[in-house]
């Protein structure tokens, strides 16, 4: 079955850094765009990053432009989401979640999720 486990989350300061990982199984993950989405308390769980099958394609949603980078490693069946310059409003649980495609578009699983807290 498939299974997507997130780790990485933790609690740091504005202006600080991490790097969450997603190790996949269950199926092809080379044939997959795998996304980031997080969710904060009170809010809807909104996208944050994409990544095409090779990771030749990428989006990022207007928010952490410039501060955050998905990156997929097929060899390793994981994918990444660096974050850097944090900020509070970074705060959420952080999900990655399966495309449902090799292409960017929709997404079929999602994993129980990492908590990153930001403090100010």
């Known amino acids: 079955q498939v299974q997507l486990v997130e780790s990485g989350g933790a609690l740091v300061q504005a202006g600080g850094s991490l790097r969450l990982s997603c190790a996949a199984s269950?199926?092809?993950?080379?044939?997959?765009?795998m996304g980031w989405f997080r969710q904060a308390p009170g809010k809807e769980r909104e996208s944050v990053a994409a990544?095409?099958?090779?990771?030749?394609?990428?989006v990022y949603a207007d928010s952490v432009k410039g501060r955050f980078t998905i990156s997929r490693d097929n060899a390793k069946n994981t994918v990444y989401l660096q974050m850097n310059s944090l900020k509070p409003e970074d705060t959420a649980v952080y999900y990655c979640?399966?495309?449902?495609?090799?292409?960017?578009?929709?997404?079929?699983?999602w994993g129980q999720g990492t908590q990153v807290t930001v403090s100010s």
């Open positions: 990544i095409s099958w090779k990771g030749g394609s990428t």
């Open positions: 269950g199926f092809i993950f080379s044939n997959k765009a």
């Open positions: 979640a399966r495309g449902r495609m090799s292409y960017i578009r929709d997404y079929d699983y």
